[in-house]
Every structure is written in structure tokens, then in C-alpha cells.
């Protein structure tokens, strides 16, 4: 706190010597991104895993006095990317365990501990303290965890974001929803004496901050469909009273550079076969009768033109169309039964993309 204290001395007195007139700010904000793949390469169709880093830096013109903070950070990522909680990996942390009435000054382990199997990533942040754009108001000591908060009533993927600086001895509490169009909002609350986030690092898993780490190499996934991924931001800048977070004056909406960064993905290819018949294992001869068949593409590439077929004891053809990769479809046939009676064997024949076949053998008795 004295530290703070003097920090804080330092900034208002640069504050007083700035001219009312001398207050108008301009900023922008620039936002890069790093990705790379870690579990193999990465496909047209399916996601997989990745690393990746998102870092947004706000900049005022040196002759400005301050810099805006940012209240709310409107994220659109690259729609080849999205979250993939597991709880069986890492449970969500409830709002029980950890909401704004903790103790957020309790610092990084502290705050761990409350949901110790949840964190999905890390990150760190820079701060100008009071808004005052001088390097003497530069706090480069926050760090940043991201823990799995579920999903929302819509099956959205929900993160939070706990903040730490040691020199301020502050925590903060963001939350995030990553939405189905790659759009993540995360509102930011006011920090003391309205200081300003300058820059920060998500990282998913992220880098470790001693032996806190992202625990789920899997949480962020991600295909290449184009080539590119491409990643966009808006930003709602604005000044406000600290404890209270009443807003102090107008607004600004900012827009990032759009970023671009390129990706190889395979075409992949579909592996298909037939997971499960269902249906009687006797019928009387020349009968039509209905079966279940459940068609599994555990392949990386969409099986097409997909066609199921009956023969031996049975005879029927079902037009199945696609079947996604990493995916199913249960659909049913119309078979008619042989006339010869005894028990047969029935041949179930799946065919894909004009090339695929695989077959299931089921034994009927017809009579």
C-alpha cells in the first residue's frame, strides 16, 4: 500500500498541472493474436487442440495527459475457434466459490484455491495508474487466470477472469461468454483511482504463472477452413468514479485493426462404419420390417452420398446423404425378408464418397 500511496501522489500532482483543455484523449487499440496446433495438425472440418494468445493494446498520442479506461472488451475471435469446457477435466467455478464479495486482494494462490482444477489459462496485464499517460504511473506487475465457469442457458462456453497486482494490491473479477458467432464481452470493472488497462494478455492454456497453469490442453480448439483466421475488436472507452463506478462523462466506442494470421488445415478423409443394428432378430418370410442403423464417421472429413444397403437375409436401400466428421446418424431401413426359411445371415452395407464400404453381419431367422 505505500507503494501505492506514493505512486498515487505522484499521478495527481501530474494530474493538477494539466490545463482542463488539455484533457480530450485519442486513442486506439491494436490486437494481435498468436495460435499453433498441439495435438497433430490441424483439419478443414474438425476442430483441435491449440494454443493460443490474444493481446489488445490501447495507445494514446504522447501529448495526450491520459489514457481511457476500457469498461467494456468486445472480442469477435475467429470463427474456426471456440471453447470446449470439460468437466471432467476441469470442473466449473461456481459464483459460490468466487464472485465479487470475496476477498480479491487475497492475490493469485489464494484466489487458486478456491477452484483449483478450473483454471483453462492464464495471462498479465499493464496498467497506467490514475489514467496518467507517463511512465511513472506504469504498472507491469498484473497477472491474469482464466477459470472454466460453464456454460450458459444456451450451451454457451463461460470463463471468468481474475486480475492480481501485487503493487496495488488490487484483484478484479471479469466475466466472459464466448457466443456462437466467435463474439467474447467481457465487462471491466473500475480499477482504483480509475487507472487504465493499457494492455493485456489472455493466453488459453497460456503461460504458467509459477504453478498455476491452464489444466486442460484441450479447452480451446480450433479448425482451418480458409486459411485464415481473422480476429476483430470493439471497445467501449470511458471515465469512471472509483468505488462506485458511476460514469463520469461520455463513452467512446473504439474499433481494433482487423488481424490476420494464416492456417494450414487437411482436407482429412471420413472413416465410417456401422456402430449399432437394432431390430428382430426373427421374421416371417417375405415381410417387409423396419431396423435401426447407427452410421459413425469417426473420420476428419464429412462422409457424402452416404448409402446403406441390405442383402442376404434381408434386401433394402436407405439414402442416407452425410454424415459429419467425428459424428452419427441413426436412421432407418425398410427390409423385406427372404422366402426361404432357416436362419440366414442379413449383410448391413454402408458406402461413402463413391469409395468407402464398410459392412455389419447380423444372423436372422426367417419363419
Known sequence: MKRLNVLLAAVLLGCAALSPAASASQETIGLSMAAKPTAGPLYKEVHRPISASLTVTVTAPPASPKVTPIKVANVTFPRDMDFFPDSGRTPACPDSKLNEQTNLAAGIQ????????????????????????????????????????????????????????????????????????????????????????????????????????????????????????????????????????????????????PFEMSCKGRAGAPRIAIARVSGPDRVRPNRKTTFRVKIRNSGFATARGVKLKVRGALSGTRLVGSVPPQGSRTVKVRATSASRRGKRKATFLVTANNSVRKESVRKIRVG
Not at 483511482?193 to 488459453?204: C, P, V
Not at 480451446?220 to 472507452?237: D, H, I
Open 110 to 257: 489464494a484466489i487458486v484455491a478456491l477452484c483449483p482444477d478450473s483454471v483453462v489459462g492464464t495471462g498479465d496485464a499493464k496498467v497506467k495508474l490514475a489514467k496518467l499517460n507517463q511512465p511513472v504511473a506504469d504498472v507491469t506487475d498484473p497477472q491474469l487466470v482464466v477459470f472454466n465457469a460453464g456454460r450458459n442457458q444456451s450451451g454457451r462456453p463461460r470463463i471468468l477472469i481474475y486480475g492480481y497486482s501485487k503493487t496495488v494490491n488490487t484483484g478484479l473479477l471479469m466475466r466472459g461468454t464466448l457466443a456462437r458467432d466467435g463474439q467474447l464481452r467481457i465487462e471491466i470493472g473500475v480499477l482504483p483511482a480509475d487507472s487504465a488497462i493499457s494492455e493485456f494478455t489472455l493466453g488459453i492454456p497460456g503461460e504458467p504463472l509459477g504453478d498455476v497453469k491452464g489444466l486442460d490442453p484441450e479447452y480451446l480448439r480450433a479448425k482451418c477452413s480458409t486459411g485464415t483466421w481473422r480476429a476483430t475488436g470493439a471497445f467501449v472507452l470511458g471515465e469512471r468514479a472509483d468505488p462506485s463506478g458511476t460514469p463520469i462523462g461520455p463513452d467512446t466506442l473504439l474499433s481494433s485493426n
